[in-house]
T-cell receptor, first 110, second 117 residues
C-alpha cells in the first residue's frame, strides 16, 4: 500500500518568516495530494491541493509543489502569522483513498 | 462549501456498552465516506471505507465485527463501536467525498471523542 512520510514533525518560525513542510510518497499511482490544517480539538480543514498533472499551485500565502518523478511534494507558507500555528497533514490519494503523513506541528512565534 | 456533521461530538460510556456515531453530509451526496481514528498528537488512521449500499472495506488490523459500519443512504454513514473497552477510547473522525463530478476532496466531520470507562 501507499506510504507517506512527512518532515519535519515540528517546525517553529518567527512571524513573517516562511515555513516549508515536505512529504514523500511511495505509490506512483497516487494522483491527488491535499494538505490539511488541523487546530487543536478541531476537524482537519483542506487548505490546498494539487493533482498529478500540475507541478505547482498557489493560493495567496500558500503554495504547493509536486515532483512526480521524485515522488515528493511540499507545502510552502510565506509571511507566516500566529494564526497559522496548527498541525498540518499531507496526504497522497489513489482511487479516492488517502494515506496521511504523520503531521507537522507548526508554531509561529510573534 | 461542503459540510459534514458528526453526532455525538463526545460520549462517555461504560465498558461493554455499544456506541453509535453518525456522520452526515449536509449539502451534498456522498457515495463514499471514510472513518478515521486519531490518537493524541498522532495522524489520521484510516479504519474503513464506507460505500453507500454495499459493505464497508476495512483496513488491515481493524476488526469489522468490532466496528460496524452502515452506509444506508447517500448522506448518512454510521459507525458502531460494539462492546467498547477502554482501549477504544479515541477521537473518531469521518470524512465524505462529494459524489458530483467524481471529486476526490474529502470533507471532514468535527469528530467524536469517545471515552470508555
Amino acid at each position: 500500500g501507499e506510504n507517506v512520510e512527512q518532515h519535519p514533525s515540528t517546525l517553529s518560525v518567527q512571524e513573517g518568516d516562511s515555513a516549508v513542510i515536505k512529504c514523500t510518497y511511495s505509490d506512483s499511482a497516487s494522483n491527488y495530494f491535499p494538505w490539511y490544517k488541523q487546530e487543536l480539538g478541531k476537524r482537519p480543514q483542506l487548505i490546498i491541493d494539487i493533482r498529478s498533472n500540475v507541478g505547482e499551485k498557489k493560493d495567496q500565502r500558500i503554495a504547493v509543489t509536486l515532483n512526480k518523478t521524485a515522488k515528493h511534494f511540499s507545502l510552502h507558507i510565506t509571511e507566516t502569522q500566529p494564526e497559522d500555528s496548527a498541525v498540518y497533514f499531507c496526504a497522497a490519494t489513489e482511487t479516492g483513498k488517502s494515506t496521511f503523513g504523520d503531521g507537522t506541528t507548526l508554531t509561529v512565534k510573534p | 462549501g461542503a459540510v459534514v456533521s458528526q453526532h455525538p461530538s463526545w460520549v462517555i460510556c461504560k465498558s461493554g456498552t455499544s456506541v453509535k456515531i453518525e456522520c452526515r453530509s449536509l449539502d451534498f451526496q456522498a457515495t463514499t465516506m471514510f472513518w478515521y481514528r486519531q490518537f493524541p498528537k498522532q495522524s489520521l488512521m484510516l479504519m474503513a471505507t464506507s460505500n453507500e449500499g454495499s459493505k464497508a472495506t476495512y483496513e488491515q488490523g481493524v476488526e469489522k465485527d468490532k466496528f460496524l459500519i452502515n452506509h444506508a443512504s447517500l448522506t448518512l454513514s454510521t459507525l458502531t463501536v460494539t462492546s467498547a473497552h477502554p482501549e477504544d477510547s479515541s477521537f473518531y473522525i469521518c470524512s465524505a467525498r462529494d459524489a458530483a463530478g467524481g471529486g476526490e476532496t474529502q470533507y471532514f466531520g468535527p469528530g467524536t471523542r469517545l471515552l470508555v470507562l
